[in-house]
Each structure stands twice: as structure tokens, then as C-alpha cells.
């Protein structure tokens, strides 16, 4: 009998990865998703070594001395850093806790629209770097489609807008390709950035970064909401130099966050305009609505506010943080019935 037979080849593991700005969720082949971890590392700034990646470097972020820098790696949705990103890819395969003995064979990452060949290049590096012998890439709405439950090669048009930290992916997929689609490098992050400014140049006043992921989720809303409601927030005054509390209302956090919620509802309608000369897939994505994904597809009021201008059903997806992720996963369960939709 050969080594290889001996030793069943076949019994390296496929995995699937979606590196996110603000997640990184891995899937094993068989088993599930395993890691659902922020994407970010922390480590020592005059050796570079890596002290913490995931949730505990997230812990770390904002509270560290001097010494200690946390880095996210991933900047809209493709490789920022490229040593971080081994070194968070490296740490969170770690955290999968299966061993991988006869090494990686197939790892499907998904990767927004629009990425450059050099990002391509730069994923699939880092990918052979942790030991996966084949690499293949999936545009992020394909993935997202698939794992919201929409078949990407039916003959009708089905259109998907994820959300995610760094980029708005917007799609119509018929026949398993993209008819129309495009990366905004408006999301998640945006919302949280146009939060901060607000607190600093209003109100003087430094907000930490997880303080204002908690106004997001507690009191940002993409449409006026009828009971406005108010929360104690905790930061520094510049002007005073000590830390204060003060009150801010959900009417202002959505005033505040109107335009990067603009701009994404620019770019849908932007998308379906251009259906024009193609009035079928329009009429497909009227009776069909349009289907949401990401973590940002979970801010309050968004669909209503896509409904609103768009006059097309809105769907969130059952598990938007996920969708991408179950998408990859499925593409690995089922590898030959999807490789036509593979980027490369
Ligand atoms: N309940 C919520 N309301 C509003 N935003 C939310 C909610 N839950 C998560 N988010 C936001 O979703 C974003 C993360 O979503 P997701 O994990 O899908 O992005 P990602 O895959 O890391 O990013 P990208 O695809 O752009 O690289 C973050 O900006 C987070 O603040």
C-alpha cells in the first residue's frame, strides 16, 4: 500500500474562512463554524510579537500601555496588515481546536467585489502561508446568497446587500454570476466613526471605541423612531481633561448617522436603476424583495428605511452575521456543485 492510501490524503481538512473587517469566522468542513472572533491582534510594539488575537486582543484594545499596540488587520474588507493577518489567521486556526495533521487541502475565504488583483494575491498568499494547498475565493454576496438560502444559479435575478464592518456589497445574482454589483467602502465602521465624531466635535468629549458600538446597538436607528430614548454616556472631556458622563437621545445618534445610511441606500437604488435595460431582473428583484446581510443589516429601522425608498420588500436574513460564513461552508460541503462560482 502507498504512504499517501495509508495515510488517506483526502483526510485533510477543508476549511472556509470569512476574513471581515470586524470578524473573522472560520468553518470546518463537516463540523461547522468553529471560530466566530473580532478581527483583531495585539502585540508587542518593539518585538512584534503577538500577545493576543480575537476577543481577548479586543479586551486589550483601548485599555494597554505603551508598550503593547492592537492592530485590525483587515481595512475594508481586505488584507490592511499583512503579518497581522497571518498572525490572526495563524491564532484563531489555533483556537479551532482540531489538528490539523494532515494539513489544510481546500480553504475557501470569501472576499469582497471589487477586490484588486494585488488583494486577491495577498489573500491567497496568507492562505498557502497557514498550510492550505488549494485556495479558492468567493465574492462575498455570492456567499451571502447561498447561505441566506437563495439558489445564486437559478434563471431569475436575486438581489443581496451585505453590510458588513468595512464594505456594503450590493448584487444581483442571476444565473451564478453578479449581473450588477459593487463594493462600497461605506459601512459598519462608518456609522460608528460618524458616532465618535459627533461626541468630539460637539461636545469636546473622547468616546472609546466600545462605547460607541454600545450606542450603536442600543439607540442608532436608520428611521425616526417614535419613543425616543436616552442614555448616560461615559468618555473624557477635553476640555475639563477629566472623565464625565453625559446624556445623548436616539433622534440626535440617528441625525448623526444619516449620511453613511444615505449612502448605502444611494448605492441600492444606484444598482437597481441600472436594471433599466434589463426590466426582467428588475421584475424578479420586485417579487422577490431584497435580501439583507452583515452585521449591519441588524441596525435598527434599516430595512424600513430601504423599504421606504425603494418600494421593494426588504428580508433579513435569519442569522445576518453569519449568512457569508454558512454560504462558504455550504460551497465546501458541497464543493463540485459550486466551484463555478468560485472567483478563481
Ligand atoms: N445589532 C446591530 N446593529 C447595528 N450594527 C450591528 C449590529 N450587530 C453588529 N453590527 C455591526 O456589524 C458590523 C460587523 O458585521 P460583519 O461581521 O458582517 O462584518 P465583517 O464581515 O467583519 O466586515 P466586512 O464584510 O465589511 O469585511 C460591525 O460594524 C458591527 O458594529
Keep these: 500500500m502507498r504512504l499517501s492510501s495509508f495515510f488517506n490524503m483526502d483526510s485533510r481538512i477543508d476549511i472556509g474562512i470569512d476574513l471581515g473587517t470586524a470578524n473573522t469566522l472560520i468553518y470546518l468542513r463537516g463540523k461547522g463554524v468553529v471560530v466566530n472572533e473580532p478581527s483583531i491582534v495585539a502585540r508587542e510594539r518593539s518585538t512584534g510579537k503577538i500577545l493576543a488575537v480575537g476577543h481577548e486582543a479586543l479586551t486589550m484594545h483601548e485599555r494597554i500601555h505603551p508598550g503593547i499596540v492592537t492592530v485590525r488587520p483587515v481595512s475594508s474588507g481586505v488584507i490592511g496588515d499583512y503579518e497581522a493577518t497571518l498572525m ?203 435580501a439583507l446581510s452583515g452585521g449591519g443589516a441588524l441596525l435598527k429601522g434599516l430595512d424600513e428605511k430601504i423599504y421606504e425608498e425603494t418600494k421593494l420588500p426588504v428580508v433579513i436574513g435569519q442569522d445576518p452575521l453569519k449568512e457569508v460564513i454558512k454560504g462558504v461552508g455550504m460551497i465546501l460541503e458541497d464543493f463540485s456543485a459550486y466551484k463555478p462560482l468560485l472567483a478563481s
Design 88 to 290: 490572526l489567521m495563524k491564532g484563531l486556526l489555533n483556537k479551532a481546536q482540531t489538528r490539523f495533521l494532515f494539513g489544510i487541502k481546500r480553504m475557501v475565504i470569501s472576499v469582497p467585489l471589487g477586490t484588486t488583483e494585488v488583494e486577491l494575491r495577498a489573500v491567497q498568499d496568507a492562505a498557502r502561508h497557514v498550510g492550505a494547498k488549494y485556495v479558492h475565493l468567493i465574492y462575498e454576496p455570492l456567499a451571502a446568497a447561498i447561505g441566506i438560502g437563495l439558489d445564486p444559479f437559478a434563471p431569475i435575478g436575486n438581489m443581496i446587500v451585505n453590510i458588513g464592518g468595512g464594505t456594503t456589497e450590493v448584487a444581483v445574482v442571476s444565473y451564478g454570476g453578479i449581473a450588477s454589483g459593487e463594493s462600497l467602502r461605506v459601512a459598519g465602521s462608518d456609522i460608528n466613526r460618524s458616532i465618535s465624531r459627533y461626541f468630539r466635535e460637539q461636545h469636546n468629549f473622547a468616546v472609546s471605541d466600545y462605547a460607541v458600538e454600545n450606542i450603536k446597538l442600543q439607540m442608532a436607528s436608520a428611521t425616526c423612531q417614535d419613543n425616543i430614548t436616552t442614555m448616560n454616556v461615559r468618555g473624557m472631556s477635553y476640555e475639563s481633561g477629566l472623565p464625565e458622563s453625559m446624556a445623548v437621545d436616539s433622534e440626535t445618534i440617528s441625525k448623526v448617522i444619516a449620511y453613511p445610511i444615505t449612502q448605502m441606500v444611494t448605492s441600492i437604488k444606484k444598482h437597481i436603476e441600472a436594471l433599466v435595460s434589463k426590466p426582467e431582473l428588475a421584475i424578479d428583484i420586485l417579487d422577490h424583495g431584497i
